[in-house]
Every structure is written in C-alpha cells, then in structure tokens.
C-alpha cells in the first residue's frame, strides 16, 4: 500500500461549483498535512498547512484533516477558472516540512470552465 | 515569482550527452533541493542541501551529480541518461532544512527529454 493515494484525475467543474479534493495515507505517524497547488508549466506553491486534526479556512479554501479515518480534502467553495491548476497532497511526521519527512501525492488535475 | 529561478525551462538531450541544470534562488535561503516531477507519480525528492553540505542523497542514480558550490546556487549535472529519466526536474529551497514550520519554495523547473 503506497504511503500517500491521492486521485489524479482530471476533475472537470462549472465555474461556481464546490470542489473536494481527497487524499488518504497509511502511516498514522503523519502529523503535518499539506496543499500545494501547481498551475501549468509552474512549481508547485504551498496552498493551506495544518497540523493533526480539524479544519482550516482561508478565504474559499477549507482544509480539512480526519486522522482516525487517515484521511484529508482540501474544498474550494465557488471555484473559479483561475482555480484550475494540479493540486498535491503532501504530508510529513515532522514539524519541518522539508527533506525525505516530507511525502507527496500524485497531484488531481482540477479544470474549472467558465 | 517565487524567487526561484530554474534554466533551462527546456532541455532535450541524448543518452550521450552531458548536460547541466541550474538553479539560483534569491531569497536568502539556506537549504536547496532537487525534486524529480513524472507524469502520473509523486514529486520524488533527490538531493539535500544545507548550508551548502548535501544531507540527503535519496537513492539517485550517479548519473545524476549535485553541485552545491554556495547557498544561493545548486547544479544538477546529468551525463548517459536513460529515455525514463525524462520528466520535470524541479529546484527548491527554505530557510533551512531543519528548522519548523518552513515552506519549501520551488522553481518552475526544467522539462527534460532524453532520447
């Protein structure tokens, strides 16, 4: 069983729509859980961080972490095309979020259309 | 930006050849990093460096060879690669590699294509 499963996709949506992005992972030790979010031809950028369990919002975005259940979903309420981009999942045992501590998912493809 | 800066954004090379990648970043960092991007798997992280010492080599191949010659640059130097080491080579760096709750800031990346 991989560490990190996420859904690559693609995700198609009306512009407007609530989109759920998931991933799930194996190792309970993962503490610190990650969106990135990466536009075409760009690096990916770092999108929302929590730690353990709960939910985080920032504007449209909601975080939202379920350790017992070793699952995470990143929501995006009133998508916009400007949201379409390749949205990773990554996770890490510890505080710092570089090195080999740090695992990532495939990445789902998001499209919204106008 | 991300204050990253990655060249060449594309790269096609021969199983012959020997190529460089660099990476510069302007942020003042002191940890960098190479990430090897493929289509449909997981950022795969390949090298480590902090203040200028690499601290992880994750199984990489020798065919690919870091260079780190001060904090703000880092090389990847590539010679007689394979047709599946084409993908997305991706630089990073943060403040440090060991310090909580830093954010990795990544560069745009070089497309590789190896025939």
């Known amino acids: 069983q991989k560490e990190v499963e996420q859904d690559p996709g693609p995700l198609s949506v009306p512009e407007g729509a609530i989109v759920s992005l998931n991933c799930t992972y194996s190792?309970?030790?993962?503490?610190?859980f990650m969106w990135y979010r990466q536009y075409s031809r760009k690096g990916p950028e770092l999108l929302m961080y929590?730690?353990?369990?709960g939910n985080k919002e920032d504007g449209r975005f909601t975080a939202q972490v379920d350790k017992s259940s070793k699952y995470i979903s990143l929501f995006i309420r009133d998508s916009q095309p400007s949201d379409s981009a390749t949205y990773l999942c990554?996770?890490?045992?510890?505080?710092?979020?570089?090195?080999?501590?740090?695992?990532f998912g495939k990445g789902t493809t998001l499209s919204v259309s106008s | 930006e991300t204050g990253v800066t990655q060249t060449p954004r594309h790269l096609v090379m021969g199983m012959t050849n020997k190529k460089s990648l660099k990476c510069e970043q302007h942020?003042?960092?002191?940890?960098m990093y190479w990430y090897k991007q493929s289509a449909k798997k997981p950022l795969e992280l390949m090298f480590v460096?902090?203040?200028?010492?690499?601290?992880e080599n994750n199984s990489v191949p020798s065919r690919f060879s870091p260079e780190c010659p001060n904090s703000s640059h880092l090389f990847l130097h590539l010679h007689t690669l394979q047709p599946e080491d084409s993908a997305l080579y991706l630089c990073?760096?943060?403040?440090?590699?060991?310090?909580?709750?830093?954010?990795?800031?990544f560069g745009s990346g070089t497309q590789l294509s190896v025939l």
């Open positions: 929590t730690y353990s369990s």
């Open positions: 460096y902090n203040f200028k010492e690499q601290t």
């Open positions: 190792n309970s030790a993962f503490q610190y």
């Open positions: 942020l003042g960092h002191n940890a």
């Open positions: 990554a996770m890490s045992r510890l505080q710092y979020q570089a090195g080999t501590a740090l695992i």
């Open positions: 990073a760096s943060s403040p440090t590699a060991d310090s909580d709750n830093e954010k990795l800031f």
